[in-house]
Nanobody
Framework: QVQLVESGGGSVQVGGSLRLSCAAS????????MAWFRQASGKEREVAAA???????????YADSVKGRFTMSRDNAEKNTVYLQMNVLKPEDTAVYYC???????????????????WGQGTQVTVSS
């Protein structure tokens, strides 16, 4: 049974940093496209970052709004774990952050939330000024 479990959310002041983790189980996630989505109150879910299969180089993609501030990575030792390092946080980064994975989705389609088969429960990130 596939399971994604996020952790690391919390409250931080503007300019601060947080590191989210997503521990995946029940599959070989080295072969999956994985992503971090976020959903602010009253808004649609949007992608923040995605990472391709390790075998194809594990290329990362970022939304323009987080580029240069967020970094997504896989754990080299435990490739079923991905991280989202979030720096220089802004109030508009406040949202519930979700980890998502799919074994057949090409990373070029990383923005399409409805194409991911597996989702975590989400972790709240709150940035206050």
């Amino acid at each position: 049974q596939v399971q994604l479990v996020e952790s690391g959310g919390g409250s931080v002041q503007v300019g601060g940093s947080l590191r989210l983790s997503c521990a995946a189980s029940g599959g070989n996630f080295v072969r999956s496209t994985m992503a971090w989505f976020r959903q602010a109150s009253g808004k649609e879910r949007e992608v923040a970052a995605a990472i391709g299969r390790s075998g194809s180089g594990g290329k990362t993609y970022y939304a323009d709004s987080v580029k240069g501030r967020f970094t997504m990575s896989r754990d080299n030792a435990e490739k079923n774990t991905v991280y989202l390092q979030m720096n220089v946080l802004k109030p508009e980064d406040t949202a519930v952050y979700y980890c998502a994975a799919d074994f057949s989705l090409p990373v070029s389609s990383y923005r399409l939330a409805n194409q991911y088969d597996y989702w975590g429960q989400g972790t709240q990130v709150t940035v206050s000024s």
